[in-house]
């Protein structure tokens, strides 16, 4: 199995990632570490725990990270993702509370484990600070996968927040020309991909799943239910 610590800022897309990561025979996901990005890491940390519990998970621990950009202010989109953050879908509120320090459990987990392959699908300001504390960290990661920026490699490979910058990088910048310049030579998935029309669910696809006799789809479509009714469709930025 391959061993997998979520760095994430739930957020609808978010909140479909760790379910397909708990469904997955591949994966172990040994934490989460929350940040400030859709909503504010206040926010998206209970959020990963509300989905954790919601699919019957009491064990992943989440851990609090950065509740700011380092250097700019903080811009969130609950205006995408809902007030709370998981499309005002009503999800349970956890009976855990987050833990903190998701910094100290990245330096941590990283020295005492090899081979952990970081999912980062936020602003990457809980790496950058890790990174900042022990650099030699960088050469201790088996993989660190990135969901961010648009790299014009394909038609769809345009902005998201401003015509040439995607949302996770744009939150962070600074954080994320330290992860680039660290040595660590991640995998990028950009919004070439995310936003390729044959990456997105419909709305009758969302349709299909609320009505599925998986408790897994049904969850999914619950929170993606008020994008898709906005928009007719959802992107699948993070999954």
Known sequence: MVKIILDMDPGI??????????????LEVLGITAVSGNVHVDKSSVNALRVLE??????????RGAATPLVKELVTAEWVHGEDGLGDAGLPMPMRKPLEGAVKF???????ERNVTI????????IAHTLLIEPTLAKHL????????????????????TPVSEFNIYV??????????????PLCIGLDVTT???AT??????????????????????????FAERFGFVQLHDP
């Open 13 to 26: 897309d978010d909140a479909l990632a760790i379910m397909l990561a708990l469904n997955s025979p591949e």
């Open 54 to 63: 919601t699919m019957g998970d009491m064990d992943i621990p989440v851990y």
């Open 106 to 112: 990245l330096v941590d987990t990283l020295t005492s």
């Open 119 to 126: 999912v980062a699908t936020g602003p990457l300001t809980n």
């Open 142 to 161: 088996k993989q660190l996968i990135i969901m961010g920026g648009a790299y014009g490699l394909t038609p769809y490979g345009y902005g998201n927040e």
């Open 172 to 185: 962070d910048p600074e954080a994320a020309k330290i992860i680039f310049q660290s040595g660590v030579k």
């Open 196 to 198: 390729d029309p044959k």
């Open 201 to 226: 669910l419909s709305k009758k696809d969302v349709e299909k799943m609320a009505s599925s006799s998986s408790k897994t789809a049904r969850t999914a479509a619950k929170i993606v239910w008020n």
